[in-house]
Nanobody, 123 residues
Framework: QVQLVESGGGLVQAGGSLRLSCAAS????????MGWFRQAPGKEREFVAY????????DYSDSVKGRFTISRDNDKNTVYLKMNSLKVEDTAVYYC????????????????WGQGTQVTVSS
């Protein structure tokens, strides 16, 4: 079982920025694909961003493309999500996820999850 711990969430005004962090305990962190997902009350969990373990492959949902940036620091066993130009509709609990066998945009693929961090964007 891989342990993932998210941090960096909080309350921010629309147009502001936050950087989320996800710290992993696995020794082979560099071999895991990592994803960020979010879920608002009463809504389905949705894909936000994904980064592969090799070649720097990245993917984003259309709703965050151009505003969010996913990155990873394998030496620190940490993946980040930099969020700029935040909108009220970005309000959700953000979850970090890991998959040793590959990643993708579907949350059902990821076996390891953090507890989530709340992001609230006010108008």
């Amino acid at each position: 079982q891989v342990q993932l711990v998210e941090s960096g969430g909080g309350l921010v005004q629309a147009g502001g920025s936050l950087r989320l962090s996800c710290a992993a305990s696995g020794r082979t962190f560099s071999m895991y694909a990592m994803g960020w997902f979010r879920q608002a009350p009463g809504k389905e969990r949705e894909f936000v961003a994904y980064i592969s373990w090799r070649l720097g492959s990245r993917d984003y949902s259309d709703s965050v493309k151009g505003r969010f940036t996913i990155s990873r620091d394998n030496d620190k066993n940490t993946v980040y999500l930099k969020m700029n130009s935040l909108k009220v509709e970005d309000t959700a609990v953000y979850y970090c996820a890991a998959n040793y066998n590959g990643g993708g945009t579907q949350w059902t693929v990821y076996p390891y999850w953090g507890q989530g961090t709340q992001v609230t964007v006010s108008s």
